[in-house]
């Protein structure tokens, strides 16, 4: 069976104050559908690198990145349309929009999908999204009137919209407490797998990448295990 993302020899080179940067270095990867993956090492150890290429964020210097088994599309637009098709994403701080309902942030990916779906559709699939996390009460509110808890609650909402193939998540749970960000972690596995979706998320607490069925470290731009 053809797997969620795979890299193939995948290198991330820059240049910074006259200087070469391998920021990734020859990283190959599968990850399989329904798995969830647990990413960690040290801060600058290419933890976010090697989710931005995952995500198609961030194009290789070299090596290959398939997507449900077909290489990812060389073009920044057919990057752009594959990532909000099949993917799913939880940046850092969320980064929920705070002058937007809740509703309207979850639907977000939903307005730039091709052929665009209709608003009632939209907001049928925001409204599912939400009460999967388990704040439906909350679709008319703004961000600022939630917890940490619950705004990050919102970013998988709307990183699950789409039905993705695969959700990544960088550091989802770093400015949460730890009951709080144990229970995000266990809505993140269950929601992002139980259609066949896989989850890669980078990770510094144990508790986290102990939840995951697999964990991966890495070190100096190199998967080391």
């Known amino acids: 069976m053809t797997g969620a993302l795979e890299l193939i020899e995948v290198s991330v080179d820059y ?5 070469p940067v391998h920021a990734l270095d020859s990283a190959s990867l599968a990850i399989g559908r329904s798995e969830s993956v647990a990413v960690m090492g040290p801060s600058g150890c290419g ?17 290959s990145v398939l997507v449900g088994g ?14 909000n098709r099949l993917l799913g994403l939880i940046p850092q701080s969320g980064a929920v ?8 942030n979850v639907s977000l990916p939903l307005e730039y999908s091709r052929p665009r779906t209709r ?3 939209r907001h049928e699939r925001a409204r599912q999204a939400l009460a999967d996390v388990g704040i439906g009460w909350a679709e008319a509110t703004t961000p600022p009137r939630l917890s940490g808890g619950e705004r990050q609650r919102v970013a ?10 695969c959700i990544l998540a960088d550091e989802p749970t770093a400015s949460l407490d730890s009951a709080t960000a144990l ?19 980078a990770t510094h607490d144990p508790r986290v990448a102990e939840a995951c069925d697999r964990v991966l470290t890495m070190q100096d731009g190199r998967i080391t295990g």
């Open 70 to 83: 077909v290489p990812a599309p060389s073009s920044p637009d057919g990057r752009a349309r594959t990532r």
């Open 15 to 19: 240049h910074r104050g006259g200087q």
């Open 97 to 104: 929009i705070d002058h937007l309902s809740v509703l309207a």
């Open 119 to 121: 608003r009632r559709v």
């Open 156 to 165: 998988v909402a709307r990183a699950l919209v789409n039905r993705p193939r």
């Open 183 to 201: 229970e995000v972690t266990s809505l993140l596995i269950s929601q992002s797998t139980r259609h066949g979706g896989s989850l890669i998320i």
């Open 47 to 63: 933890k976010s690198t090697l989710l931005g290429v995952l995500a198609l964020t961030i194009p290789p210097t070299s090596g």
